[in-house]
Nanobody, 127 residues
Framework: VQLVESGGGLVQPGGSLRLSCVAS????????IAWFRQAPGKEREGISC????????YYADSVKGRFTISRDNAKNTVYLQMNGLKPEDTAVYYC?????????????????????WGQGTQVTVSS
């Protein structure tokens, strides 16, 4: 069971990036999946989650209206499209799942259970 993130990089303020989270060893569409981020000196925070049951999406206030989470079941991949990036979005971004059908997304974009994590991908927003 493995999650691998990619798509991070250096981008100017106002720019866009699309992060990918590819799963291996299990089928992503059976479970809720969330994106988290951790900035230097700060705690890891959930920012976006997509549910298993009906693909409902949830976002932290800090990214609402700028980020979009989606999944492609055929590719066993979850994406995070990030537009209007700000310097405060600089962080390591992780995807995670609990890999249990009872897991649920919270209204703040986090996930009730996170047993499996990717290695993270760095996003730096700077001019």
């Amino acid at each position: 069971v493995q999650l691998v993130e990619s798509g991070g990089g250096l981008v100017q303020p106002g720019g866009s990036l699309r992060l990918s989270c590819v799963a291996s060893g299990f089928t992503l569409d059976y479970y809720a999946i969330a994106w988290f981020r951790q900035a230097p000196g700060k705690e890891r925070e959930g920012i976006s989650c997509i549910s298993m049951s009906d693909d409902s999406t949830y976002y932290a206030d800090s990214v609402k209206g700028r980020f979009t989470i989606s999944r492609d079941n055929a590719k066993n991949t979850v994406y995070l499209q990030m537009n209007g990036l700000k310097p405060e979005d600089t962080a390591v971004y992780y995807c995670a799942t609990g890999r249990r059908t009872g897991d649920y997304c919270t209204y703040t974009g986090s996930l009730s259970r996170t047993d499996y994590w990717g290695q993270g991908t760095q996003v730096t927003v700077s001019s």
